[in-house]
Every structure is written in structure tokens, then in C-alpha cells.
């Protein structure tokens, strides 16, 4: 049984930093992808960042390039977002995600996803 478990989100203020953590228990397989996806109401989950740890092969989506590192922390098994120069336009739900279906592809669609967190609140005044 696959469980992910976000922490760290919170309020900041704009400029500000947060360190996201996504916990992952019954996950151990470093050749998939994982990622953070955000979300506010009414729109689309959209994909943050993602990492295929056994390669070190990262993606960031253009509005966080520059401010925002994910990594892994293999030994822990746990997923981290770095986000540095926070802006208001960050707030969101964010959400792990861990994907289980092809070895070393990050996938755009939610779908491409088999498991997620349950998501912690970021908010940027």
C-alpha cells in the first residue's frame, strides 16, 4: 500500500521561502518519476516540478524556473520542493505524485500519475 504524505506548506510572505516535503511509505523505486502539482480553485492541477531521481532528470514548469529545486532524499524516501522569491501567484494546493507505470518518463497528464499526497495549502500574501 503506497502512501504519500505532504508537509510544509503554510503562509509567507512574497519573497519569502518554504521547504515542501512529500513522505512515501510502500515507495522505494527510484527509476520513476516524481513530482509536485499545484492547484487553485477552479483550475487545472498543474504540474510544478518533477524528478526521475536514478537520473537526476528534473523539469520545472516556466513560472517557478529559477525559484523553486526539487530533490530526493533516497535514504528517507521522501520528496522535497524548495521554493525560494515566493509570490502571491504561488498560492495553491500543492500535491505529490508519484508515478509506477514507465521506468524513467516523466508524464505530462495527471494520469501518467498513480498515486497521490493529499495535499498542503501554500500561501503567498
Known amino acids: 500500500h503506497v502512501q504519500l504524505v505532504e508537509s510544509g506548506g503554510g503562509s509567507v510572505q512574497a519573497g519569502g521561502s518554504l521547504r515542501l516535503s512529500c513522505t512515501a511509505s510502500?515507495?522505494?523505486?527510484?527509476?520513476?518519476?516524481m513530482g509536485w502539482y499545484r492547484q487553485t480553485p477552479g483550475k487545472e492541477r498543474e504540474r510544478v516540478a518533477s524528478i526521475i531521481p536514478v537520473a537526476n532528470d528534473t523539469y520545472y514548469s516556466d513560472a517557478v524556473k529559477g525559484r523553486f529545486t526539487i530533490s530526493q532524499d533516497s535514504g528517507k524516501s521522501t520528496l522535497y520542493l524548495q521554493m525560494n522569491d515566493l509570490k502571491a501567484e504561488d498560492t495553491a494546493m500543492y500535491f505529490c505524485?508519484?508515478?509506477?507505470?514507465?521506468?524513467?518518463?516523466?508524464?505530462?497528464?495527471?494520469?501518467?500519475?498513480?498515486?497521490w499526497g493529499q495535499g498542503t495549502q501554500v500561501t503567498v500574501s
Open positions: 505524485a508519484a508515478a509506477s507505470g514507465r521506468p524513467r518518463v516523466c508524464g505530462r497528464s495527471l494520469g501518467d500519475y498513480s498515486y
Open positions: 510502500g515507495y522505494t523505486s527510484s527509476s520513476f518519476c
